[in-house]
């Protein structure tokens, strides 16, 4: 059906920066959402970032001013740069899309995860 394959997670100092990208891929009509989550252990999911098809882009209040979310929808790619690390965003992040099949299913696709660690 689907497969989303996330990359650039890491360790990064405070203060730096990484940018993650999430590639989607399989029997793909159209894709509305794409995004991201977190979730650290015992936690629960929390929406770090979302741009729809359209444009418009949400945010959580949290990480405002410091991640970008952009998409390449040539591609099927959505990419999140973050910015400004801080210890509290050390999570494991999940990619989202909202897929439309070419047998126009709708399924909702999750990646497998990537850890982004923010520790000196």
């Known amino acids: 059906q689907v497969q989303l394959v996330e990359s650039g997670g890491g360790l990064v100092q405070p203060g730096g920066s990484l940018r993650l990208s999430c590639a989607a891929s399989?029997?793909?009509?159209?894709?509305?959402?794409m995004g991201w989550y977190r979730r650290a252990p015992g936690k629960e999911r929390e929406l770090v970032a979302t741009?729809?098809?359209?444009?418009?882009?949400n945010y959580a209040d949290s990480v405002k001013c410091r991640f970008t979310s952009s998409r390449d929808s040539a591609k099927n790619t959505v990419y999140l740069q973050m910015n400004s690390l801080k210890p509290e965003d050390t999570d494991v992040y999940y990619c989202?899309?909202?897929?439309?099949?070419?047998?126009?299913?709708?399924?909702?696709?999750w990646g497998q995860g990537t850890q982004v660690t923010v520790s000196s």
């Open positions: 741009i729809t098809s359209g444009g418009p882009r």
């Open positions: 399989g029997s793909i009509f159209s894709i509305n959402a």
């Open positions: 989202n899309a909202e897929v439309v099949l070419t047998t126009r299913d709708a399924v909702d696709g």
